[in-house]
């Protein structure tokens, strides 16, 4: 959520770089230099750490050891010192290196073999594509008659930092699933008004309409991607935000081609992400809630861990998120 209000503010600050630049290909230079900075993190790795968490799930224990002690120094703490010796980091390492355990890495194809894992990343990644592509007819609503730019590209990048102040808000006290259930329904029942009665409705309503349309639906998307980040396993946490993600800049792109296809392409186009975003509404239903929850860590571990979520119906509140996974585990 962070990082996306850093994304707000490079949206809201572009304008501003292109009226100073004056030449496309200038400005497109200054962001691949920019952007090509990056590289810094893979050349050096001590600026940007493998996660721990990652490692140890992974059995990659020795280079866990060696950054979890580098935090622990790096904090002013001594690893060793420690009040109960079972419970140091010395310890803990040392249980889990047991054995000398060999690195077990895995790819998003395992998600195949996983029922529950699958079926929730394939319903966060189709409302990440909702959140994506219903926005082009909100956004085309906001201004139907000339090819205005400037009100909804600004209005589009407050509305982005509104959707994550909300979820600030709303996503640790209200849970993930009901608050995604709820932005997918507003996302949805908005589009469907304006669908069904956008002529017969008056200016102000259609305009408040969109934007509440924007709201939700941005909020939908970054909420998709933190609930992915939750729901799949730590082995593969990062390919599966990559699927969601690209799910999400796969709706955007549907954008531009309202206005290749016309009025009639754009009417189909609304018919269809409406349609989808009433269907994500009930698959939504079927997600488990995470908030509070142990976080999975291996493929086996999501679907069981789901699975009994799913069959208690109501989760309990008193597991917390651990680094460390156990012993028996």
């Not at 969109?210 to 639906?217: E, N, Q, R």
């Amino acid at each position: 959520m962070g990082a996306g209000l850093f994304s707000v503010v490079g949206t809201l600050l572009l304008p501003g770089l292109a009226m100073l630049v004056q030449d496309w290909r200038l400005l497109q230079g200054l962001n691949a230099l920019v952007t090509g900075f990056l590289l810094l993190f893979w050349g050096f790795p001590a600026l940007f750490p493998e996660s721990p968490c990652w490692l140890l799930a992974t059995g990659q224990v020795t280079q866990a050891g060696r950054i979890l002690w580098h935090f622990a120094e790096a904090s002013g703490l001594d690893p060793d010192d420690s009040s109960s010796e079972e419970n140091s980091l010395a310890t803990e390492l040392a249980a889990l290196s047991a054995g000398n355990p060999q690195p077990q890495y895995h790819s998003i194809l395992g998600l195949l073999h996983t029922r529950v894992t699958w079926r929730n990343g394939l319903i966060l990644g189709f409302s990440s594509l909702i959140g994506g592509g219903i926005r082009a007819s909100f956004l085309h609503r906001l201004a139907p008659g000339e090819p205005a730019f400037y009100l909804p590209y600004f209005l589009e990048a407050g509305l982005e930092a509104a959707a994550t102040v909300l979820l600030f808000l709303t996503a640790d006290r209200c849970g993930r699933r009901p608050v995604l259930l709820l932005g997918t329904m507003a996302a949805g029942l908005a589009s469907l008004l304006l669908l069904a009665g956008a002529q017969y409705l008056p200016g102000w309503t259609t305009l408040s309409l969109s934007v509440l349309g924007l709201l939700a639906s941005q909020a939908v998307s970054v909420l998709s991607v933190l609930f992915a980040a939750e729901a799949f396993p730590t082995v593969i946490r990062g390919a599966g935000l990559g699927l969601v993600l690209g799910a999400g800049f796969l709706g955007r792109a549907a954008a531009p081609l309202t206005d290749i296809r016309g009025r009639h392409g754009f009417f189909l186009q609304d018919v269809v992400f409406t349609s989808l975003a009433i269907l994500i509404l009930l698959c939504v239903l079927l997600l488990p809630e995470t908030h509070g929850q142990e976080l999975p860590q291996s493929l086996e571990d999501a679907d069981h861990l789901h699975s009994s979520l799913l069959l208690r119906g109501c989760p309990p509140q008193d597991h917390l998120p651990l680094l460390l996974p156990s012993h028996s585990g």
